[in-house]
């Protein structure tokens, strides 16, 4: 289920840790309830959101052959910036 705040999109993510402790996205889902996998994390780095506010964790994902930012935040929600 996903939820609007401003710019940010929260969803849902399907997310896994290795065994070493670092936490991967595998898949979202966006607003309307359509499931997306994630194809690859090209990058991980601590990020801010400048288009949503908040800051945390960016993931770089490739998601159908485009590339998104998706955000982790430390009150452990994810998050897209909204195309508004």
Do not use: Q
């Amino acid at each position: 289920m996903s939820e609007r705040i401003g710019c940010k999109v929260y969803v849902d993510v399907t997310a896994e840790f290795s065994s070493d402790g670092v936490l991967r996205p595998l898949g979202l889902v966006w607003e309307d309830g359509t499931h997306y996998a994630i194809d690859r994390v090209k990058k991980i780095e601590r990020c801010a959101s400048r288009r949503a506010g908040g800051a945390g964790i960016m993931y770089t994902c490739v998601v159908g052959g485009r590339e998104i930012h998706l955000f982790y935040e430390e009150n452990y929600r994810w998050f897209l910036e909204a195309r508004e």
